[in-house]
């Protein structure tokens, strides 16, 4: 079974507006990386957050994690029709496990 | 620099035949992963490599599905007499250090079909 599970599967935005993702996990971590992927593409790192830090940033993405819920979330700030792509969470439990991913579409 | 770099990006085959897919990694990434992706799915850990020895080997789906990393550098998966089932994308990924510790950079993939 996933390690990692996204929520929601997919999600639909009007251009400018943010977006927010959730991961959730089952045992406890080291740390939790997000990745995007584009149609066609492989995966491209994002943001690696170690589980004693709580929220971190780059540039329009924001991540937080809370271990005591085991849960991390992805917010995307001002969207643009470029994020449009598949959003990963992945986790270190003995190998780096993917969850099936949110599809976001930016919609101009 | 160049990236991850996976051979053939496209791959089409007869049920029954054998297939080879190879990757390139990022050269001073002591650190291999093969990956597989069906259509909308998410990414299915196959096998990871640390130098040349792959400490985990517990995704191979069966014994059909082989892997091996020559020089610590480039890594070919083997599949023996493919199934229709074997049909998805293979990602193949390198990182500088092992133990997830570090973020894994992605090549864009083999899209096997077997036919």
């Known amino acids: 079974s996933q390690q990692g599970e996204e929520d929601p599967q997919a999600l639909s935005i009007q251009e400018g507006e943010n977006a927010t993702m959730n991961c959730s996990y089952k045992?406890?971590?080291?740390?939790l990386q997000w990745y995007r992927q584009n149609s066609g593409r492989g995966l491209v790192h994002l943001i690696l957050?170690?589980?004693?830090?709580r929220e971190k940033h780059s540039g329009r993405l924001r991540v937080t994690l809370d271990t005591s819920k085991k849960s991390s979330s992805l917010l995307i700030t001002a969207s643009r029709a470029a994020d449009t792509a598949s959003y990963f969470c992945?986790?270190?439990?003995?190998?780096?496990?993917f969850g099936a991913g949110t599809t976001v579409t930016v919609r101009a | 620099g160049a990236g991850v770099s996976q051979s053939p990006s496209n791959k089409v085959t007869e049920k029954g035949k054998d297939v080879e897919l190879r990757c390139d990694p990022i050269?001073?990434?002591?650190?291999l992963y093969w990956y597989r992706q069906s259509l909308g799915q998410g990414l299915e850990f196959l096998i990871y490599?640390?130098?040349?020895?792959?400490?985990?080997k517990s995704g191979l789906p069966s014994d059909r599905f082989s892997a091996e990393r020559t020089g610590g550098s480039v890594s070919t998966l083997t599949i023996q007499r493919t199934q229709q089932e074997d049909s998805a994308v293979y990602l193949c990924?390198?990182?500088?250090?092992?133990?997830?510790?570090?973020?894994?950079?992605f090549g864009n993939g083999t899209r096997l079909t077997v036919t």
């Open positions: 990924a390198s990182s500088l250090e092992s133990r997830w510790n570090s973020p894994l950079h």
């Open positions: 045992t406890s971590i080291n740390n």
């Open positions: 957050i170690r589980s004693n830090e």
């Open positions: 992945a986790t270190d439990d003995h190998k780096l496990s």
């Open positions: 050269s001073g990434h002591t650190a």
């Open positions: 490599f640390q130098g040349n020895s792959a400490p985990d």
